[in-house]
């Protein structure tokens, strides 16, 4: 990418692979993801793209590879490893407490106290309503519970959350797919605000038209292997389409050998 | 969204006159614990109507010293229905917890206050060893405690010994539940006044706080209205419940402990990260989980914490009737807990509910009780409104639960 690769990736991978028993579900995959743009990661199912999520937010470590993250190599193998180095992933179930209102789930598990004991509400509240403003993003009551939300409105909370404790990476798994149009409009401005705010955001998802419609680049997962790295601009729907199926496999200076069995979405 | 100020579809709202529309922004609101609180009217005219002693200060303090030690387990009982789970073994562990005291403090002469303690810590033991089985083994709390129900049972025969029936001189021991603050205490009624208006106060002022806090924070903040009410609400509670008792003997000390339990765990549950905690794990244990919370630790201190109060309650119950005995613990003291605990409003999916569902739940479950041996209903009629009473609360808490994810949406 020629505007891109004069920079430093915020995070790099370097020929990853990962293997689950007979399953070679990553081979010599590489990926970057630049702060400040919005990186599209498709495939079919089985090509990798969550493995590959996975390796990065420290629930599966790699097999062999490098991750570099900032500039320096690092070793992510637990999910409290990728939080630390800022990167937070919403996955599609969202990890949302529905009986607890919003600012509950915001600071779930990193709660405010006032001297020792009691929950510190007020600053809890104020910054939620802060954090949501930075974002744009609409909800009628910080102290709304999460089931009364309405799908959309969950994933911006999912996403703020995911952003909001200094993150410079942040993963969304399918951030569209359970969402009407509206919806899905109000998330895509919200990933366009990310971009906006210095993050790098990763989106992992099937519904082309909303890729083309927030994202910078497009990398291309088939099989287990890279199959492209696409800019949007000058890139038709059909050429990712058919990296997709594998249709252009091979044609994008790679030149692996693939076999149709193998890849896990695990 | 500024385009979801008005939603065309909603013509229901604009339609119809004023009253119309109150009476059905009225049936969309969460109404909590309003359709218990006139439930409980409801059966106290009934049985005024059938019986004038029942609203009598006599009666209502019986009552009150009767619905603690329910009540007490039945707190237990609503943190552990928090975490969506289920706790069988509640009356057991209530039985064995007093008869170890009992036993303790009768046949080995080991002074009332610490055989009080071994009671308690012999709950908290129990509560642990159940809470690690559920949260390590991955096994259904339902299952644990139901094999704990019979386990225990059998330990409570064990403890008890052949004589069977171990029956409580210990001052201290039976005065813990056996205390009318104003018949027994000197300056009792004075007392009971000086920390009834105490509670009030630090009420009113943590709300008052609250409200200052927010307001300078520039979040939204209640009315003076609404604080004005919260407030009295309080109020006439406290003070109803002191003059009624002083009317009487004064309040009834397992009241009291009663009270402190409930206050106490109200905290817990709504001001603490532990509370917030419970809550989530009962809402989403996965996510609780992904947030970094020790899931694991959260259910077995529930479990410890449930059959802490479980313990205390026996021991209150064993106080106030001054015996330990084989039945203790059993019959229908199980299910009375969790009733009280589902008809005061706590969830049985887990989640949603507070503490003081185990008040109004007691309150109603002991009321009826006590209302049908002032009519002296033979016990197979009494099952049978029992039964008929939870189900009608039950079926009510679950159209509320149906319309607020209605009207939620």
Not at chain 1, 52 to 60: P, S, T
Not at chain 1, 237 to 256: K, R, S
Not at chain 2, 150 to 164: H, R, S
Not at chain 2, 324 to 333: F, I, K, T, Y
Request: proline share 3%; glycine share 10%.
């Amino acid at each position: 990418m020629p505007e891109s690769s004069s920079r430093v990736p915020i995070l790099e991978m370097r020929g990853i692979s990962k293997r689950f028993g007979a399953v070679q579900a990553l081979s010599n995959v590489n990926f970057e993801a630049y702060a400040g743009e919005v990186v599209g990661l498709v495939g079919d199912n089985g090509a990798g793209k969550s493995t590959l999520i996975k390796c990065v937010a420290g629930i599966h470590p790699i097999d062999e590879g490098e991750i570099w993250f900032e500039g320096r190599k690092v070793n992510i193998q637990n999910p409290k490893d990728a939080a630390d180095l800022g990167i937070q992933t919403v996955y599609q179930d969202l990890a949302l407490c529905d009986n607890l209102d919003v600012v509950a789930n915001l600071y779930l598990g990193r709660e405010v106290i006032t001297n020792r004991l009691p929950l510190d509400e007020v600053t809890m509240e104020k910054s939620s309503l802060e954090v949501l403003r930075n974002l744009s993003i609409a909800i009628p009551s910080v102290r709304t519970i999460i089931a009364s939300l309405s799908g959309g409105q969950r994933q911006s909370v999912a996403i703020s959350r995911a952003v909001m404790w200094n993150s410079k990476v942040v993963i969304l798994d399918e951030p569209t797919a359970a969402l009407g149009v509206l919806q899905s409009h109000q998330v895509l401005q919200l990933i366009r605000n990310l971009r906006q705010q210095g993050l790098a955001v990763i989106v992992i998802s099937h519904n082309l038209a909303d890729i083309f419609e927030v994202v910078d680049r497009i990398s291309v997962l088939y099989l287990g292997h890279n199959n492209g790295n696409y800019n949007i601009h000058g890139t038709s729907q059909e050429q990712i389409v058919a990296a997709i199926t594998g249709a252009e496999f091979g044609n994008n200076d790679q030149e692996q050998n693939h076999q149709r069995k193998g890849g896990s979405s695990k | 969204m500024s385009t979801m100020d008005k939603d065309p579809r909603l013509v229901a709202e604009e339609s119809g006159n004023s009253i119309q529309r109150l009476l059905r922004r009225f049936s969309q609101t969460d109404l909590g614990p309003l359709p218990t609180v006139f439930g409980l009217a409801v059966i106290g005219i009934v049985f005024q109507l059938a019986n004038n002693k029942f609203l009598s200060p006599l009666n209502l303090t019986n009552l009150l010293a009767q619905i603690s030690a329910l009540g007490t387990i039945s707190v237990g009982a609503v943190f552990i229905l928090l975490l969506g789970e289920t706790d069988l073994s509640a009356g057991a562990v209530s039985g064995l917890c007093a008869a170890v005291m009992a036993v303790l403090n009768v046949k080995l002469a080991v002074p009332g206050p610490i055989a009080v303690l071994a009671g308690l810590l012999t709950g908290l033991a129990i509560g642990l060893f159940q809470g690690f089985w559920v949260a390590h083994f991955k096994i259904p709390a339902f299952i644990v405690t139901l094999a704990g129900q019979i386990g225990w049972i059998g330990a409570l025969l064990a403890v008890l010994g052949e004589t069977g029936t171990v029956n409580l001189r210990d001052n201290f021991i039976v005065g813990l539940a056996g205390t009318f603050l104003k018949r027994d205490v000197p300056n009792g009624e004075l007392y009971s006044w000086i920390v009834g208006v105490l509670f009030v106060a630090i009420y009113a002022v943590s709300f008052i706080w609250e409200r200052q806090r927010r307001k300078k924070a520039g979040l939204k903040f209640k009315s003076v209205g609404g604080l004005v009410f919260q407030i009295a609400l309080v109020v006439v509670l406290v003070i109803g419940m002191l003059v009624i008792t002083n009317a009487d003997r004064g309040l009834p000390s397992a009241m009291v402990f009663f009270i402190a339990v409930l206050a106490i765990f109200d905290f817990v549950t709504q001001r603490t990260v532990f509370g917030r905690h419970v809550y989530a794990v009962g809402g989403n244990a996965e996510a609780a989980r992904r947030a970094s919370i020790n899931v694991t630790f959260i259910r077995i201190s529930v479990f410890g914490l449930a059959s802490t109060l479980a313990a205390f309650g026996g021991i209150l119950a064993a106080s106030r009737l001054l015996a330990v005995n084989q039945s203790s613990g059993g019959s229908d003291l199980l299910l009375d807990v969790i009733a009280a605990a589902v008809i005061g409003g706590t969830s049985l999916f887990g989640g949603r509910g507070n503490v003081w569902s185990a008040l109004l739940g007691a309150l109603v479950i002991g009321s009826i009780s006590n209302g049908m041996d002032l009519l002296a209903l033979p016990s197979p009629i009494k099952f049978m409104i029992t039964g008929a009473v939870l189900l009608v609360a039950v079926t009510i808490e679950s159209i509320s639960r149906q319309r607020r994810e209605i009207v939620g949406k």
